[in-house]
């Protein structure tokens, strides 16, 4: 059974910064496009970020331009995890965050994606 299972929300002031991961397993994602969405209250989801995987080149990694300067992700080929890295956060990144899979390249639609989490919150208070 494949399964994402997110860890690492909570509850953080402005300015300050969380480490978010995604444990993937079931199967190998090493071929996938990895990568986070988040949903705000009556709010569409949106993409964050994803790491491409080049076939052994490195990866290349995309970012939402809410993220970019601010968030890095990454992912654990051998342990199979997603990662990001989130400074400098504002009360407007409150969502919940899913971690996703598509086998399709450089995708940011939530369409395209074909395996997702349940979510962590992410909250942070002003």
């Known amino acids: 059974q494949v399964q994402l299972v997110e860890s690492g929300g909570g509850l953080v002031q402005a300015g300050g910064s969380l480490r978010l991961s995604c444990a993937a397993s079931?199967?190998?994602?090493?071929?996938?496009?990895m990568c986070w969405f988040r949903q705000a209250p009556e709010k569409e989801r949106e993409f964050v970020a994803a790491?491409?995987?080049?076939?052994?080149?490195?990866?290349?990694?995309d970012y939402a331009d809410s993220a970019k300067g601010r968030f890095t992700v990454s992912r654990d080929y051998a342990k199979n995890t997603l990662n990001l890295h989130m400074n400098s956060l504002k009360p407007e990144d409150t969502a919940v965050y899913y971690c996703?899979?598509?086998?399709?390249?450089?995708?940011?639609?939530?369409?395209?994606?074909?395996?997702w989490g349940q979510g962590t919150q992410v909250t942070v208070s002003s």
């Open positions: 079931g199967r190998t994602f090493s071929y996938y496009t």
């Open positions: 790491v491409n995987w080049r076939g052994g080149l490195t990866d290349y990694a």
């Open positions: 996703a899979a598509a086998r399709k390249f450089r995708v940011d639609a939530a369409i395209d994606y074909d395996y």
